[in-house]
């Protein structure tokens, strides 16, 4: 059986995450991997993610909250883990980018692209600042960005834009520490991953993933090879990250060794070791868990010849996952001996085979802002609402196919119309209607009919195409089709009225009811990668033990059997509380920050 490998982009580790961030990547993914973990069993799956510590936003947040740079990561990762938790994201592994497990790697990866010489010195024009007396890193430079006329670009991407900077590229540059315009040019040495050597292996793995990728994600990778791939810097002049080790490293095929000298006291560039952390979390994960196998088994050919790798990301990471972490690996596979590929090793790494790219979700038309306070995030959502509602919500409004816009008005409309009125009712009605008129079993009178035929050839339908929409991560049509197996329960129960029926044929209304127990299961099952707690809760309702919850892998006729006459069940608290008006314009006056955005 295929193993599917997932991997979601790293939240950096400076503050709680919105709910934009959340839907970008973290839940897709995880959603994803409970409908795998279904479908195939949990040992077939393995969902890795970790904080992003590297960089400079981890000094400058530390420098504000008076913390050390490892205390303050330290600390923010456990909130981080936690809000996760608290969001029900059932990562196998959520590591850190700052373990040592990721410091040896990095440090490896990069002395066999030095060596193969895929890496290279270069002196580089960098920014210093006067009134800091230090260079400043990428992102401790912020200015006009020449693309797009943003003025607070960073020095290494324009947010507004998605362009990758250099400090050089910004106009009117100014230090992020200071605000100070006291800064001049001075020559810093560096190494450089030599992309532009693999333009040609990339465009044309890029370009046999089209049927497979998003047109999001190719689209953006492609609009980066037809621009001309640049080489990029991979160490800066910092003082918290993995630490530069050239001196442990042999020479280079022409036989020169790097300046120890020159590169002493340099970290490799965040965007260099952040990805290389999927490897390293899976590496932690596996000495915490022995009895899986080892990592290596999901990372490098042969062992990992049955894995499907398959990332989650939002439109901003797509040009590292697309280009620089595959040139990091293609230069640790390959070599160019006399001009030609030839392999490097005879156990490469795996690259990733699906990316799944979304565009941005907005707060109501504006963006969200932790400066201003703008928007929900993490902490603040789960403190007013239980986290089914926010999963439910996002994933049936993914920002798939353009960005989208949170707005409190139809998030309220979703979950009364959706979670309560739809599912929640249809619940409740069937297991207080069955115990106060059967008791406290399903009842066993009875023979399924035309009805209950004509449901489960509906099913049938909706199940297959839900399935493959799931397969296929396209998670709004997905939501729609759970939905619309919800509506199929509802419209059989109103036209077989089990209520009405018992009235006038107790063993009618016997089938109708034992019919609706089923489905309730299925429902549960189905949903429960979309809200796993509410699918935990119906399931315990209908006495039902871990490990009833695998995906319909035959007919759905076959579901329709497992719950039999003389089953207990009990019935549970209302499942879904209607958010009020009130609350709704409390809500918008709380989240609306401080102005600006």
Known sequence: MTRILITSALPYINGVKHLGNLVGSMLPADVYARFQRQRRGAQNVLFICATDEHGTPAELAALDEGLDVAAYCAKWHAIQAELCRGFLLSFDYFGRSSSAQNHRLTQGFAQTLWEAGFIEERVTRQVFSRAENRFLPDRYVVGTC???????????????????????????????????????????????????????????????????????????????????????????????????????????????????????????????????????????????????????????????????YVEFMGKDNV?????????????????????????????????????????????DAGKFSTSQKRGIFMDTALEILPADLWRWYLMANAPESADSSFTWDHFAASVNKDLADV?????????????????????EEGRPGPA???????LERHVGIYTALMEDMQFRKAAAE???????????????????????????????VRTAFNLIRLMAVLSKPFIPDTAARILKALHLPEGEDRWPVGHVREEFSRLAGGHAFSVPDVLFQKIEDAQVVAWKEQFAGTGGG
């Open 146 to 308: 020449p693309h797009c006329g943003y003025e607070r670009a960073r020095g290494d991407q324009c947010e507004n834009c998605t362009r990758v900077l250099d400090p050089v590229d910004l106009i009117a540059p100014r230090s992020a520490l200071s605000g100070s315009a006291e800064i001049e040019i001075r020559d810093s040495k560096h190494l450089f991953l030599r992309q532009s050597l693999f333009e040609g292996k990339l465009r044309a793995w890029i370009e046999g993933k089209q049927a497979e990728w998003p047109h999001l994600v190719t689209s953006i990778a492609l609009k980066w090879l037809d621009e001309g791939l640049q080489d990029r810097g991979i160490t800066r002049d910092l003082s918290w990250g993995v630490p530069v080790n050239a001196e442990a490293w042999g020479p280079n095929p022409d036989g020169v060794r790097p300046d120890v000298t020159g590169l002493k006291g340099k970290v490799f560039y965040v965007w260099f070791d952040a990805p290389i952390a999927y490897i390293g979390a899976s590496s932690e994960w596996a000495d915490a868990n022995p009895a899986r196998g080892g990592w290596e088994r999901w990372w490098r050919l042969p062992e990992a010849g049955d894995v499907t």
């Open 319 to 363: 040009p590292f996952h697309t280009v620089g972490f595959p040139c990091t690996l293609l230069g640790l596979n390959e070599r160019r001996v006399d001009g030609t590929w030839q392999p490097a090793t005879n156990r490469p790494w795996k690259l990733v085979d699906k990316l799944k790219g979304f565009n941005w979700l907005n707060y």
């Open 423 to 443: 599912l929640g009712n249809f619940i409740n009605r069937v297991l207080k209607f069955t115990q106060s008129r059967f008791g406290a079993a399903i009842p």
């Open 452 to 458: 209950e035929e004509d449901l489960i050839l509906r």
């Open 482 to 512: 759970l939905r619309a197996i919800w509506v199929a329960g509802n419209e059989y129960a109103a036209s077989r009225a089990p209520w009405t029926l018992i009235k006038t044929d107790r063993a009618e209304a016997a089938v109708a």
